[in-house]
């Protein structure tokens, strides 16, 4: 069984800096791909960042430069540093996980959401 638990979320002013974690946690031998995806008032959920088994990064236009998505040592944690915050990156952030069990199976798995609200 694999549990994938974010956290991070919060409010913080235009122009502030937050950090959201990712973490998979039972059978899991590592995380092979992962993305950060959000979901703001009113709009479909859209990829905000994202890497690829090959080690491949990519972004959003509306996030380039600002926000960076990376992995822990470990191989089994995701975080997305997120810089220069704008009231439009409020939203619902969520990380899927393309995790290699230790059964060497693969599955793909969500977290259950945190909220980043950015106002003044």
């Known amino acids: 069984q694999v549990q994938v638990v974010e956290s991070g979320g919060g409010s913080v002013q235009p122009g502030g800096s937050l950090r959201l974690s990712c973490a998979a946690s039972?059978?899991?031998?590592?995380?092979?791909?992962a993305g950060w995806y959000r979901q703001g008032p009113g709009k479909q959920r859209e990829l905000v960042a994202a890497f690829t088994s090959g080690g491949t990064t990519n972004y959003a236009d509306s996030v380039k430069g600002r926000f960076i998505i990376s992995r822990d040592s470990a191989e089994k944690s995701v975080f997305l540093q997120m810089n220069s915050l704008k009231p439009e990156d409020t939203a619902v952030y969520y990380c899927n996980v393309d995790i290699v069990t230790n059964w060497y199976s693969t599955l793909d798995a969500w977290g259950q959401g945190t909220l980043v609200t950015v106002s003044s």
């Open positions: 039972g059978s899991v031998f590592r995380i092979d791909a």
